[in-house]
């Protein structure tokens, strides 16, 4: 049972922005640092972004997160074909002593 | 490179148990917790539970307590995860990954559980 809330969909046209919100409360996002996973079909999850909004080295810097209060973003500038896929937010959560993650994001490019 | 490679597909039969292995390669295993994750097709990715490979302490999520264990073999780098009392509900692609930025992940085990 998925204790971050994502909206189940997001859709734009190459090069558009698209962003993803994760709404959760203040024992997971509000308290610890929110993770972003992008899942390709067939494949593991991949990490996107950490802390909040820091890239790994190999994640294009289209890709940015921010976080407020109890909600965390994720956008994605300069949507491309290669984007569309699932994103998935996590956190720790210190009431549950365990991640938890959102319900799931799937982005088509139009 | 850091990698985690994970064991074959299993079929198993309503009631029994399967263990899963994980084996880390490309880093010093006992420095990150290894985390377990499963996904049923078409659902979302659902948390298990974490264990320290110094310590060996474990946390479960609630829902599987009783019926997880999660343990390792510091001296070949593997982690395992075994569940137990299987039902169809526990069919699903199970994952580990390390750390708390929860990366990398490997590939993926798939459990098929039917009668």
């Known amino acids: 049972q998925s204790v971050l809330t994502q909206p189940p969909s997001a859709s734009g046209t190459p090069g558009q922005r698209v962003a993803i919100s994760c709404s959760g409360s203040?024992?997971?996002?509000?308290?610890?640092?929110v993770h972003w996973y992008q899942q390709l079909p067939g494949t593991a999850p991949k990490l996107l972004i950490y802390s909040n909004n820091q890239r790994p080295s190999r994640v294009p810097d289209r890709f940015s997160g921010s976080k407020s209060g109890t909600s965390a973003s994720l956008a994605i500038s300069g949507l491309q074909s290669e984007d569309e896929a699932d994103y998935y937010c996590a956190a720790w959560d210190d009431s549950l002593k365990g991640n938890v993650f959102g319900t799931g994001t799937k982005v088509t490019v139009l | 490179q850091v990698q985690l490679v994970q064991s074959g597909a299993e079929v198993k039969k309503p009631g029994a148990s399967v263990k899963v292995s994980c084996k880390a390669s490309g880093y010093t295993f006992t420095s990150y917790d290894i985390k377990w994750v499963r996904q049923a097709t078409g659902q979302g990715l659902e948390w298990m539970g974490w264990?320290?490979?110094?310590?060996?302490?474990?946390g479960y999520a609630q829902k599987f307590q009783g019926r997880v264990t999660m343990t390792r073999d510091s001296s070949i780098g593997t982690a395992y995860m075994e569940l137990s009392s299987l039902t169809s509900e526990d069919t699903a692609v199970y994952y580990c990954a390390r750390g708390n930025a929860i990366d990398p992940w490997g590939q993926g085990t798939l459990v098929t559980v039917s009668s």
């Open positions: 264990m320290n490979p110094r310590s060996g302490d474990t």
């Open positions: 203040g024992s997971n996002i509000g308290s610890n640092t």
